[in-house]
């Protein structure tokens, strides 16, 4: 999937827009009055919302997946001065962190890719280990008020094949099950259209 991934942002430099996600900008008023100097963005993709934190004066450590993704946005931040570090980096494995070392995790539509819920759990576990006591951890996911839920194939359940990405589409109820479980204290959840997707947005808190 990587090599889609590269061959995707070879083509088209700005895939997901060019300004920060709306997503961003929310989450950045919130880590403001909660005092955040140093995240972490999984999936960070061609770095629009790391190059809109750092920017901000925010301390970014952003991984992904995909080699020309890392490429492009390294060279963004060494040309503005940004306080971004890259990573290649696939998120099934062990965050190459040390223990509370972040004030908050972040990632934009990264959680509803094909993982499996074995998998999604392991991940948020680790987002906890690395982050500190009441940190926090933002993320965002299709759900199933999406129009394309139910739509392509159905390649596990709850996962549909649109258009060569395998996406898996949230029931709130899935999302309180899977935060709630691995020890985080849920602050909100909203519903936000962002074209041409359907989104859960999550704002949650370590219990650590």
């Not at 300004?19 to 061609?46: D, W, Y």
Request: contains cysteine.
């Amino acid at each position: 999937m990587s090599k889609v991934w590269d061959k995707i942002y070879k083509s088209d430099k700005t895939f997901f827009g060019e300004g920060p996600s709306n997503f961003a900008l929310l989450c950045f008023n919130h880590m403001k009055t909660n005092n955040v100097h140093r995240i972490l963005e999984l999936g960070a993709g061609q770095g629009r919302d790391s190059i809109f934190f750092a920017s901000n004066g925010i301390k970014v450590e952003a991984l992904d997946y995909s080699t020309v993704a890392i490429e492009l946005v390294d060279k963004i931040a060494k040309e503005r001065g940004l306080p971004i570090r890259l990573r290649l980096f696939d998120v099934k494995g062990h965050l190459p962190f040390q223990d509370n070392y972040f004030d908050a995790v972040y990632s934009h539509m990264l959680l509803n890719m094909r993982f499996s819920f074995e998998q999604l759990h392991f991940i948020l576990s680790e987002i906890r280990r690395v982050l500190k006591p009441r940190g926090l951890n933002f993320f965002s996911v299709r759900n199933q008020n999406d129009n394309s839920y139910g739509k392509g194939a159905e390649v596990d359940k709850g996962i549909y094949d649109i258009n060569g990405f395998q996406i898996r589409f949230f029931a709130e109820k899935e999302i309180r099950n899977l935060v709630e479980s691995e020890q985080f204290e849920i602050l909100w959840i909203q519903e936000a259209y962002e074209e041409p997707v359907t989104l859960y947005l999550v704002s949650s808190r370590n219990h650590g």
